[in-house]
């Protein structure tokens, strides 16, 4: 039998008994679908975790005072520290010829005010060098002097808390308070939405030495250091372990992040979450093809006599097995291009709702869940074909 | 054209060995008509689906022009059947969702006879039979009559020159059974070589050659050869 022939047989049997094929290639559809969608959810997901890694700058390399011995808690959340990171710190590992540019970061909260309008901010110290590390927009103005240790009066501010302060007001030059001192305002951040979490517009930007005179505190919250190229990072790494257990007096307290290894470790994780919930959406499309099985099985069993008036003209066995397992493959075939489509058409109408997402389902995604379609038609429709190719004509022929 | 050696037929109920067919020996030329009667059970259906290579012999050969198909793999019985054996039912068997035109063409199908010649041979088998008008209707708005006679059609497409039939005018009432059996007998006119499995004694009495079966064994043989009756009793 010709391979139009048989595919038009095929068809035409599916389309006999419309309710029973539709449903079935529903549940395929849904199965597909379901594997489709959620893969590429965690795509989406993987991308915007990494691409919020990428958002803080390249070949990052984390200072953190305190160093953690025990494992349980993510490394951002360490314990307290017997030694301050401080800001001659710093500067000494600013002399490794890994280290391109550095910034400390001191963090705190405080009270900034312009006329009588005031409200409560994050104040972030740090030197002209945090606009390159933390690739920050300037909006408008400048930034912090480049002359950070005298630490003009000056500071940067958000670009929503430079909004609700001045409303349409030109702020550059005017002096605003922090807590109880005043500064001249150089510059405004352009809008540059989150970062991991933080909302830089809320921020306002001292004078790393101004912040630690604010908070009274010679402590650094971070240090914040690019590297001078990828290959440079491992080395920035272990210069910044050397100065400063040296300048520790020989204690390694402190804790070194590298963003290259925080990424990787959350685009590990994020992988393995996707794959994970593209294996338990997968076994719907077992189920789905279980019910295929057992569709073909009823099917065998309803049409006994045409099978054996197919031998009895002359079908080989072969030509009944592959007719039966054509049915099961178009089934699969059909749920699982419809399923596809679905997915696909899911992942372009959702991101219009949420635009974090990336629209467009990875090509391996819709690769596998077609895979797994089909190979669910072949696996599940092989029992009920051979057994159709196993039917005695005589016995077959007999019932009516 | 066929011969039967000592052909056996045992079949297996539960620890029960049942013979269908003892030690049947026959002799069939080319062109014959034969009825082949008895009561139930007599083992004559067997006989008709061993010659129709839908069953095997337990023991024993068939000829079939001079050749063992009882050594053929399924392949090649299967390509026999597809190109020299038609059958006709009792029960018509036309798969219900085929028009009555893909009915007739199915076997054409499953010889992978090209489209164009397929569907022409399908138009001239349809004529033939009476069918042209009737070619897009489903078996379920025909009439008895008219699905056994898409039966034959579709039994006599590839021009075999076998066709066993196994109680052609079962389901049918009178009228149409005649108009049927006047349908086989045409085409034995024709050259074919035409085996019916019958009940009905009036259809048996009609063929030039009657084979009686009891009890598995061939027990009657009358009229043997084309020429006119001439009685012979089995040995």
Known sequence: MRLVDRV?????????????????????????????????????????????????????????????????????????????????????????????????????????????????????????????????????????????????????????????????????????????????????????????????????????????????????????????????????????????????????????ITQDALSSTFDGILRALTLAVAGIAAISLVVAGILVMNVMVVAVTQRRAEIGLLMALGAEAVTVRRLFLGEALLLSVGGGCAGLLLGEATSRVLPHFAPVLRPGVPWWAAAAAVSVAVGCGLVFGTAPAARAARLDPVTALARR | MIELRGVDRVFQVGDQ????????????????????????????????????????????????????VTALDDVEQARTRRLRIGFVFQAFHLVPRLTTAQNVALPLVLAEVPPAERRERTTAQLKAFGLLDRGHHLPDQLSGGQRQRAAIARATVTRPDLLLADEPTGNLDRTTGHEVVRILEQLHDGGITLIVVTHDQELGARAHRRLRMDDGCLVGDVGQGLGPERGEEPS
């Open chain 1, 8 to 256: 038009g047989f095929c068809v035409q049997s599916l389309r006999s008994q419309p309710t029973r094929t539709l449903l079935i290639a529903l549940a395929m559809a849904i199965g597909t679908a379901g594997v489709v969608v959620l893969t590429w959810l965690g795509e989406a997901a993987r991308h915007y975790v990494v691409g919020q890694f990428d958002a803080l700058g390249t070949n990052l390399v984390i200072v953190l005072p305190g160093r953690s011995e025990t494992t349980g808690s993510a490394p951002p959340l360490l314990g307290e520290t017997s030694r301050d990171l401080t800001l001659d710190d710093a500067l000494a590992v600013k002399r490794s010829p890994a280290v391109r540019r550095l910034a400390p970061v001191v963090v705190g909260g405080a009270v900034v005010a312009f006329g009588n309008r005031s409200r409560e901010t994050t104040v972030l110290g740090s030197t002209a060098e945090l606009l390159p590390v933390r690739r920050l927009t300037l909006g408008m103005g400048r930034f912090l002097p480049e002359d950070n240790a005298a630490g003009g009066a000056v500071c940067v501010l958000g670009a929503t808390v430079a909004r609700e302060l001045f409303g349409a007001q030109h702020p550059i030059g005017e002096f605003v308070s922090v807590g109880d001192r005043r500064y001249r305002v150089s510059g405004i951040l352009a809008s540059g939405g989150m970062s991991l979490g933080t909302d830089l517009d809320e921020m306002v930007v001292l004078p790393v030495v101004a912040a630690q005179a604010l908070f009274d505190s010679p402590g650094l919250f971070r240090i914040i250091i690019e590297a001078t190229s990828k290959d440079a990072v491992p080395l920035a790494v272990a210069d910044v372990q050397r100065i400063l257990s040296e300048r520790h007096e020989g204690e390694y307290d402190v804790t070194v």
């Open chain 2, 17 to 68: 060995a049942v013979h269908a067919l003892r030690a049947v020996d026959l002799v069939i030329g080319r062109g014959e008509y034969v009825s082949l009667m008895g009561p139930s059970g007599s083992g004559k259906s067997t006989l008709l689906h061993v010659l129709g290579l839908l069953d095997r012999a337990t023991r024993g050969a068939y000829l079939l022009d001079g050749q063992d």
